[in-house]
């Protein structure tokens, strides 16, 4: 028989692991955050072909230490100031190696009661978190991208009369175009459900956002009449609390009143800003978001727990079971009244995600969330400040959360500005210690710092912005030369 | 500031996690593999909400040990033998939790090079272990569910002239519906992925299997003649190899041709079995999956890596990349010729899935590995001759790989006969040492066991049968009293 892989040398493994996992937290700011590394370096570290033989497990801990860990991006690093910081913290780190050693597939409950029970909870501790109302059922999946493309399922199943999930959309000539309607801020992710769905990215209209980058009721409105003139159904609005540019928030009391008057379904992607929320004075930007059919928003991203982990609330879980729920003879069970997770979307395999998500919420508590929340939103305030205070930049957008949009004001034209702020980025990014990326707002290349690791302090902070300041500086000079 | 989980108390639990890692796995099979746990009991046991006040790792890991790990299904159990028996191998183990730690996004490139090349890389040994043509490229999703619908949705994004993506499915009379094709045993996924497509489960075909549970060629030839002649497009037929109830295997080869012939995309579904395709001596088997557009199978099913890891391959991923690409501003990257992982699927977010791969493979090497697989379908042949010799039970089904069906040939009537299976079985998996689980084959129940896990020796297979033998008997004399 080939190698095994003895208890003992696992056991000394998983100690060694322990310390690495330690060290790599400690230390992992000592890193640049970008990997120096070239397109296909990595690969040709790596052999062509698997071994035939097993390997010690030192000997491959050697190669993750080697060729693995210094060229990743470093997402846990403290000067990870770019698209949303997250943070895998120590006890979702946790959470997962037991998941991981347990291995369980809570597709039922009965493939593991205290999964399926476990996460029925800590989805109901969030929802009260939240402040949102006891009707809201949540469980969790793996993305907002998931999260959202069910919401959306669930929305297109719940259109009367037209049963798509036994009939389909095609060869229908009773079937209306169905119409999602979203900001132009909102995240990819809703394209991509309308894509997969069927419904054809052109029944997506882009509502234009106002100056704060909101969604424009005036324009959703219009716009929903336009399409029922035309003999369209719109069918459901993604309204965004804490776009992916800028963090702004679409006015949802506004448009709940209309979906509620027009029947149409409300779901909102709270993915990142979800987990302000749990904060009382930050709650107040939400207002309207509790009469959403369904919300998602991922602990993984702003709620300290490891990748992946994405809530989604359902106002009528119902509809959602009805939509998906498809149990094979192989798959029945006796259990009456039970959840069986796998009735709740596409996926039937299920990791055990709410062991790190509970580890979490307990190691910090909810005070402890919100108070490094708070300090996440107050470290972006201040900085949003300084910039302000420098003549040659602007915040370009408004800070409701933890994220500083803003821009280099240089160059003689538009255009000039842009390249010249995409040098800069650049600049900026090629020195280490911190990374920080970009978007477009109003067609305008806008350089975008998301604070929202808990190592990030106020120091990394004013670092980031003085290393910022600097290569202005230099690519100023570069220009001049 | 509240509370703060310091580095030493944090290193400290890592260790300790370590320890109860190691000792979970080493005694895991003391436990009875179903949990004695009535359904809310789990729940009752857990707060109604979260604290306020941060808690100690210790405090948190002591509740996961007094309340958690004993109410969890054992799926890493040696005992373990429904379903698909799986395994979470202590490398693997060793890989979630350091890419816990890194919680690295890979979605982009330049969001995490390594585990950009480490995935591609891994996925090519597994295509070369396979021995599968080097046209195939390899990504990793969560679930066979997601791979599925994904292939099958670059099917539908594959017909010719009809641009669904775009323009979607509803309210065009020129889209025929789609028609895609299964058999009875295949998996429902398969169903899911065309529900949630928008295609309408009324365009799945079931076609009939033989009576060895592969779909019936003639049947499938059929159905997609019957299709054309009333005006509908066959779009994807979905190949089995490995089907979830027997692990038969389609006829691939004529299938293959069959597609080819006329121009309908090959999914072949191979998430258990196609593991086996790594041992030369069972490949022949999958004669055929050669020529399939895509083949789904999963390493976290008997390739001993922890959920979750599916790999999709893709004769033309050029098909699957212009099916789901879509590039917003914030994501946008300089790096050319670079694979982004997020443009091949519905998912945005991408945990850090090869690295625990690449553990496993390396730890056990391609003989190691084959090693276990072949002992594996070798105890399940062992024990289908020990069942078949006793004149009270029947093997029902052919065992190509690790899964025995089997029946009590007990009661005056089939349903009688279904009944008391369904009393033995209840019986078995009360006893704690095994459990077992059941489908139903040409509308009569069946008992079905699988082995799968790196744990399962010999001696657990024939506790096994000793259990279901004994467990006989009390139901008969139960049943006479």
């Given at each position: 028989m080939s190698r095994d892989?003895?208890?003992p040398e696992l056991r000394a493994a998983l100690h060694r692991v322990a310390d690495m996992v330690a060290d790599y937290l400690q230390d992992v700011g000592q890193y640049p955050v970008l990997p120096k590394v070239q397109p296909g370096e990595v690969a040709s570290m790596l052999p062509g072909i698997a071994p035939r033989q097993g390997e010690s497990l030192d000997r491959i801990l050697d190669d993750y230490a080697r060729i693995i860990e210094p060229n990743v991006t470093h997402w846990n690093h403290p000067g990870f100031l770019g698209y949303f910081s997250i943070t895998g913290s120590g006890p979702g780190i946790l959470g997962e190696?037991?998941?991981?050693?347990?291995?369980?597939?809570?597709?039922?409950?009965?493939?593991?009661?205290?999964?399926?029970?476990?996460?029925?909870?800590?989805?109901?501790?969030l929802r009260q978190m939240l402040g949102l109302p006891e009707i809201f059922r949540g469980h969790i999946n793996d993305t907002a991208s998931v999260s959202t493309m069910l919401a959306?399922?669930?929305?297109?199943?719940?259109?009367?009369?037209?049963?798509?999930?036994?009939?389909?959309?095609?060869?229908?000539?009773e079937i209306p175009e169905l119409v999602v309607y979203i900001s132009d801020q909102a995240h990819s992710s809703c394209d991509k459900a309308v894509m997969t769905l069927g419904l054809g990215l052109r029944q997506v209209r882009r509502i234009v956002s106002d100056e704060q980058f909101r969604m424009r009721f005036d324009a959703l409105a219009e716009a929903v009449e336009a399409d029922r003139r035309a003999g369209r159904r719109p069918m459901a609005v993604v309204a965004t609390a804490g776009t992916t540019s800028t963090t702004s928030v679409d006015p949802m009391d506004r448009i709940a009143g209309l979906c509620q008057r027009e029947g149409i379904w409300l779901h909102v992607d709270a993915a990142y800003a979800g987990s302000a929320a749990i904060?009382?004075?930050?709650?107040?930007?939400?207002?309207?978001?509790?009469?959403?059919?369904s919300i998602v928003f991922?602990?993984?991203?702003?709620?300290?727990?490891?990748i992946d982990c994405s809530v989604l609330l359902m106002r009528d879980v119902e509809t959602l079971r009805s939509a998906f729920s498809l149990v094979p003879d192989y798959l029945k069970t006796d259990e009456e009244g039970v959840t069986n997770l796998m009735d709740l979307g596409v996926q039937l395999g299920r990791r055990f995600r709410s062991?790190?998500?509970?580890?979490?919420?307990?190691?910090?508590?909810?005070?402890?969330?919100?108070?490094?929340?708070?300090?996440?939103?107050r470290m972006a305030r201040d900085l949003a400040s300084l910039i302000d205070q420098d003549p040659e930049f602007a915040v370009v957008a408004p800070v409701p959360f933890s994220v500083v949009c803003f821009r280099w004001i240089a160059g003689d034209s538009p255009e000039q500005q842009d390249s010249l702020n995409e040098a800069l980025l650049n600049e900026v990014n090629s020195q280490g210690p911190v990374f920080v990326t970009s978007?477009?707002?109003?067609?305008?290349?806008?350089?975008?710092?998301?604070?929202?690791?808990?190592?990030?302090?106020?120091?990394?902070?004013?670092?980031?912005?003085?290393?910022?300041?600097?290569?202005?500086?230099?690519?100023s000079a570069a220009q001049l030369r």
């Open positions: 892989v003895s208890d190696a037991l998941s991981a050693a347990l291995n369980v597939n809570a597709m039922l409950w009965r493939t593991s009661p205290a999964a399926t029970e476990l996460e029925e909870r800590v989805c109901d501790w959306l399922a669930a929305a297109r199943h719940a259109q009367p009369d037209l049963d798509i999930r036994e009939l389909g959309l095609a060869g229908r000539p904060c009382p004075e930050l709650r107040g930007q939400f207002s309207g978001w509790e009469r959403a059919d991922n602990p993984h991203k702003w709620l300290f727990t490891p062991l790190k998500l509970w580890m979490v919420i307990r190691a910090f508590g909810v005070e402890g969330l919100q108070d490094r929340i708070r300090e996440h939103c978007t477009v707002l109003k067609g305008r290349y806008t350089l975008h710092l998301a604070i929202g690791n808990l190592k990030t302090t106020e120091q990394h902070v004013q670092d980031a912005w003085q290393i910022i300041r600097a290569a202005a500086d230099r690519v």
